[in-house]
């Protein structure tokens, strides 16, 4: 069944770990551009600076697994423009964290998403980590006033505007840098409808300017009317580009417009703009990170060596390609960059020795590999590099030793108590002693009756052992508990179409899955099986090869295969079989499936 989460991956998807990377660019994901060149108006300093300084920052020690989850979840969601999930996910790290920074975040990023009592809450709990910072109190301000609640905009502010303008364009800066301002200063005042129609309305007196027709751009995106927005910051951005081709700023945003409908064409455009501009760093890096989207990693990692050709010793390209390398499987090339940046302290949060030991397992030196998971440096990797030490030794066959490793480890935190129960079980889970692993989440789920976690993680296994009662009563705690969790509502459904005659019920639970996390391969792999007990079997297909394309893995082959099968295609199926095989020889469900229909 491939609906199981391990507790913990050793390697983040590629798309995390890119991104990642090349943040030293400063180019965040997908969405920033709009935010990040927007500064507010004159005199007032610039978001970044508003918020770079606050009363309290989040410790490293704070850092727990789970708000860094929530901290990627968040620079994925907003990435794939999910601007509704991202918002959610910052909010939830900033309310444990108390961390001003991430506050900030979730308050643009609900703005953005029109999700007013979020951004409102967001703010408030800015203001309250930050109390010497006016921004989040304006922002309040602002929405107590009702300036957010659509209607037309000031006439008055238009001729402020413009009157601004016109002292701008007699100097020898021009208009440009205030365009750029425009619509941050905007932001907290109007709505995105208000902001869009008054910055297309002062722009108009400047065709010829490349930033007016930036603004308008910036502004169209998420202000004009429903279904207009792309199209018309398609062609303004077009039109700042026809005026000044090499601007880098306007490329990467006319990259993020195009990508979100053809991921293609801004690689073509992306890759045209670069060969033409060869020192647009932030625009290779863009590209690299498409390619990676796309799952075109050699094709990512050339540009990125391309960028190094042209920027010896810039660490941040470096580190984009050791990690593309991972992805990969290139371990030599990884590593080689990886000892590198660690001879030059490059990184100081014990990413580089965590991707070093990560290597080393790979490789099967489980021996380097413990001595250099047990090396990486005090701070939250430093802790899940020593629950990762207990896998290796059960892959050394040492269980037991494993077992008594994570007993004296010195989990002070609840989350650290929970976490070295799931590292346990899931030593025994992949030891096939399934009883075993039930017994210590069954004491866990005791200790720990609300973590959702656990029951999740119990909950696979006494489906593993057949016993389904237990299995949907846990989960359905799960779903309680956390509504709108697709990896809850992904195995609630699969264990009802899978092992009940309650199919239609499961489905309609993956479907929900499925719309909040519609690329994970083993919500994918859900929505093809209960197709195919639906018996839709070309629908079924589909889904089963997208999820094979996203996660290459045993399960998803057995069930595609098995589709495949069932629609009389039987030398596809024995193909994608063996394929798989030929990787995992010894997966179970696998060679069931294999055994039962190909004898």
């Known amino acids: 069944m491939s609906v199981s989460r391990p507790f913990l991956r050793a390697r983040p998807p590629a798309a995390v770990t890119i991104l990642l990377a090349l943040c030293a660019f400063g180019l965040g994901p997908a969405g920033t551009a709009f935010a990040q060149d927007a500064p507010p108006a004159p005199g007032k300093a610039p978001p970044a600076a508003e918020s770079a300084a606050p009363a309290r920052t989040v410790a490293p020690s704070e850092l727990t697994a789970d708000v860094f989850y929530r901290i990627i979840l968040g620079n994925v969601a907003e990435q794939r423009g999910e601007m509704s999930l991202a918002a959610r996910a910052f909010f939830e790290a900033a309310r444990d964290t108390r961390d001003p920074r991430l506050a900030a975040r979730a308050t643009d990023l609900a703005s953005r998403a029109g999700l007013r009592g979020l951004a409102q809450e967001s703010a408030r709990l800015w203001a309250a980590a930050d109390p010497d910072n006016p921004r989040p109190r304006d922002i309040l301000a602002a929405y107590a006033a009702g300036r957010a609640r659509g209607g037309t905009y000031d006439p008055e502010l238009k001729a ?50 490349a930033e007016a027709h930036y603004a308008v751009a910036v502004a ?34 006319k990259a993020e417009l195009v990508s979100r409908k053809d991921p293609a064409e801004a690689i073509a455009f992306l890759d045209k703009f670069t060969a033409a501009y ?18 075109r990693f050699a094709e990512g990692r050339d540009v990125l060596k391309r960028l190094l050709d042209r920027n010896p010793g810039a660490q941040e390209v470096q580190y984009g390609i050791a990690v593309i390398s991972m992805q990969m499987k290139d371990w030599q090339t990884a590593e080689a960059m990886l000892t590198e940046l660690k001879r030059t302290n490059y990184a100081d949060n014990g990413s580089i020795e965590l991707y070093l030991a990560q290597v080393a397992e790979e490789e099967g030196r489980f021996e380097e590999a413990i001595k250099r998971y047990k090396a990486v440096p005090e701070g939250e990797r ?8 207990a896998f290796i030794m059960g892959k050394m066959g040492k269980v037991g030793d494993a077992r008594r490793y994570l007993e004296d480890l010195p989990a002070v935190t609840i989350d650290q108590r929970v976490q070295v129960r799931q590292t346990e079980a899931q030593l025994l889970r992949e030891a096939n002693d399934f009883e075993g692993a039930y017994t210590v989440l069954r004491q866990a789920n005791k200790e720990h009756p609300d973590n959702a976690d656990l029951l999740y993680d119990s909950a696979m296994v006494a489906e593993k052992l057949g016993r389904v009662d237990e299995a949907e009563a846990r989960l359905r705690k799960v779903v309680q508990l956390k509504p709108d969790d697709a990896q809850a509502l992904n195995g609630l459904g699969y264990t009802l179409v899978d092992r009940t005659s309650r199919v239609a019920e499961g489905f309609a639970l993956i479907e929900r899955a499925h719309k909040l996390a519609p690329d994970d391969p083993f919500i994918l792999d859900s929505m093809g099986w209960a197709l195919f007990k639906l018996g839709r079997y070309e629908e079924a297909e589909t889904y089963l090869r997208r999820a094979m394309k996203e996660r290459p893995d045993a399960e998803i082959a057995a069930h595609l295969g098995e589709v495949l ?35």
């Open 565 to 599: 099968w069932a629609a009389g295609q039987h030398d596809r199926a024995q193909e994608v079989w063996h394929s798989q095989l030929k990787v995992t020889p010894d997966n179970a469900v696998l060679l069931e499936t294999v055994r039962r229909l190909a004898r």
């Open 160 to 209: 402020r505007l413009d009157k601004a303008l016109a002292d701008a364009a007699l100097t020898d800066a021009g208009v440009g840098e205030l365009f750029l301002q425009m619509n941050a200063y905007l932001g907290d005042r109007l709505d995105k409808r208000q902001v869009y129609e008054l910055v297309r309305d002062v722009a108009k007196a400047y065709p010829k300017s």
């Open 382 to 389: 430093n802790w899940l590099a020593q629950l990762r030490v």
């Open 278 to 295: 060869p020192d647009a760093r932030a625009a290779a890096a863009a590209l690299a990170q498409l390619y990676v989207d796309q799952k």
């Open 220 to 253: 169209a995106y998420t202000g004009a009317a429903e279904g207009q927005g792309s199209a018309l910051a398609r062609e303004e951005i077009d039109r700042a580009l026809a005026l000044k081709p090499d601007w880098e700023r306007a490329a990467l945003v």
